[in-house]
């Protein structure tokens, strides 16, 4: 049971346009969504993350935007850039000590 | 400071065999959660350690298991490898006193391959 659902597997958009990543859930109990961020060959880096008691955060280019009557949350990358071309994996959790469940991804591709 | 190393980085292992990865997680960093990546499932959740003991655990059979040292290192060991554990295993440190989530570091993983 996918939990935490990421629904497009890539994305393409032009440089300095806006990439927006979508992410869906199921379960209501989650408290806390992250974003991170991973390049071929490496582990992945948090990015950018946004508690249940919030509805949008800012970290210069990101904002991720919470709805959650809709159980859905969006990445926002504005403008968009090359180093950006990654794949963003969506996660979420139910509490601090809870574990933690990701999405399967989105390939985000920053065309020239 | 350091950050998370796995090793070994690469790993080939045929079917029935076990095998052993490693992770050493940043320095004074207490939890380390384990993570196998498959280019269909995305990242599934294995099992987490804190201060020596399993905290969570998920929804993997019991071939797969884990221990975390006093030094806080951990290792997972996969017994009678099947093709289908091939895929990117991914270790993530936490910071002391818990975890924040912005402060769980990942490792560059260790790619199994199954013959």
């Known amino acids: 049971d996918q939990q935490v659902k990421q629904n497009s597997p890539s994305l393409s958009v032009q440089e300095g346009r806006i990439s927006i990543l979508n992410c869906d859930y199921t379960?209501?109990?989650?408290?806390?969504f992250l974003w991170y961020k991973k390049y071929p060959a490496e582990g992945p880096t948090f990015l950018i993350s946004?508690?249940?008691?919030?509805d949008k955060n800012e970290d210069g280019r990101f904002t991720v935007f919470l709805n959650k009557s809709a159980k859905h949350l969006s990445l926002h990358i504005v403008p968009s850039q090359p180093g950006d071309s990654a794949v963003y994996f969506c996660?979420?959790?139910?509490?601090?000590?809870?574990?933690?469940?990701f999405g399967k991804g989105t390939r985000l591709h920053i065309l020239p | 400071k350091a950050g998370v190393t796995q090793t070994p980085r690469y790993l080939i292992k045929t079917r029935g065999q076990q095998v052993t990865l490693s992770c050493s997680p940043i320095?004074?960093?207490?939890?380390v959660s384990w993570y196998q990546q498959t280019p269909g499932q995305g990242l599934q959740f294995l099992f987490e350690?804190?201060?020596?003991?399993?905290?969570n655990k998920g929804n993997f059979p019991g071939r797969f298991s884990g221990r975390q040292f006093s030094n806080s290192r951990s290792e997972m060991n996969v017994s009678t490898l099947e093709l289908g554990d091939s895929a990117l295993y991914l270790c993530?440190?936490?910071?002391?006193?818990?975890?924040?989530?912005?402060?769980?570091?990942f490792g560059p993983g260790t790619r199994l391959t199954v013959l």
């Open positions: 350690y804190f201060s020596e003991t399993q905290r």
């Open positions: 996660a979420a959790s139910r509490s601090r000590d809870d574990k933690i469940i």
């Open positions: 946004i508690s249940s008691i919030k």
């Open positions: 320095s004074g960093h207490r939890s």
């Open positions: 993530a440190s936490s910071a002391p006193g818990g975890r924040t989530y912005n402060e769980q570091f």
């Open positions: 379960n209501s109990m989650f408290d806390y």
